[in-house]
Antibody
Framework: QVQLQQWGAGLSKPSETLSLTCAVY????????WSWIRQTPGKGLEWMGE???????KYNPSLKNRVTMSVDTSKNQFYLKLTSVTAADTAVYYC?????????????????WGQGSLVTVSS | EVVLTQSPGTLSLSPGQRATLSCRAS???????IAWYQQKPGQAPRLLIY???RRATGIPDRFSGSGSGAGFTLTISRLEPEDFAVYYC?????????FGRGTKVEIK
């Protein structure tokens, strides 16, 4: 059974870079959409983007080029970096595994989630 | 981006009752791209339904999904105590992927 465990700094200062790691236990990287989603009381659940190993990344345009996702298959980990953070980036961040069928991502869903990481942006 | 509007915001029901949750999209979507999640306080969302009507592994058959076009529904046929939670719909028929704001099902 696949599990995701995530970690990272819980406090960031404004203008700094937020970094989170998500480890994948018990499964392969291939064929999935490794994603980051954040949740705030104000905006709810917000998809930040995804990385499909060997294919590439897709990001939410709302993050305006501040986000980078990467993967290290030798460690079974994937990563989130968010630059130039502000208080508006304070959120619970989740990593998740996206699964779909075919080129047109039919039946896309997040079937495995990390436990969530609260990141507070404050000076 | 596709906006998903969930209604009602809060549903107050008793155990054993039927819950009907609505998710309306700002544009027509193929039902293949609709999923539903349950979230309890302090926990990550849990996948319930994908492809609008397919139950995820291990999800009880009291949960069902339906709909097409721009309107989708999650139905809980008989509420169990553990079903009181917040429910979200999600779409990936158009990028960026988006979620609804949720419907809270609370004990009446």
């Amino acid at each position: 059974q696949v599990q995701l465990q995530q970690w990272g700094a819980g406090l960031s200062k404004p203008s700094e870079t937020l970094s989170l790691t998500c480890a994948v236990y018990g499964g392969s990287f291939n064929g999935y959409y490794w994603s980051w989603i954040r949740q705030t009381p104000g905006k709810g659940l917000e998809w930040m983007g995804e990385i499909e190993f060997g294919v590439g990344t897709k990001y939410n345009p709302s993050l305006k080029n501040r986000v980078t996702m990467s993967v290290d298959t030798s460690k079974n980990q994937f990563y989130l970096k968010l630059t130039s953070v502000t208080a508006a980036d304070t959120a619970v961040y989740y990593c998740a595994r996206g699964q779909a069928a075919g080129t047109f991502v039919y039946f896309f869903r997040f079937d495995v989630w990390g436990q969530g990481s609260l990141v507070t942006v404050s000076s | 981006e596709v906006v998903l509007t969930q209604s009602p915001g809060t549903l107050s029901l008793s155990p054993g009752q039927r819950a009907t949750l609505s998710c309306r999209a700002s544009q027509s979507l193929n039902s293949y791209y609709i999923a539903w999640y349950q979230q309890k306080p302090g926990q990550a969302p849990r996948l319930l339904i994908y492809g609008a009507s397919r139950r995820a592994t291990g999800i009880p058959d009291r949960f069902s999904g339906s709909g097409s076009g721009a309107g989708f529904t999650l139905t809980i046929s008989r509420l169990e105590p553990e079903d009181f939670a917040v429910y979200y719909c999600q779409q990936y028929g158009a990028s960026p992927l988006t979620f609804g704001r949720g419907t809270k099902v609370e004990i009446k």
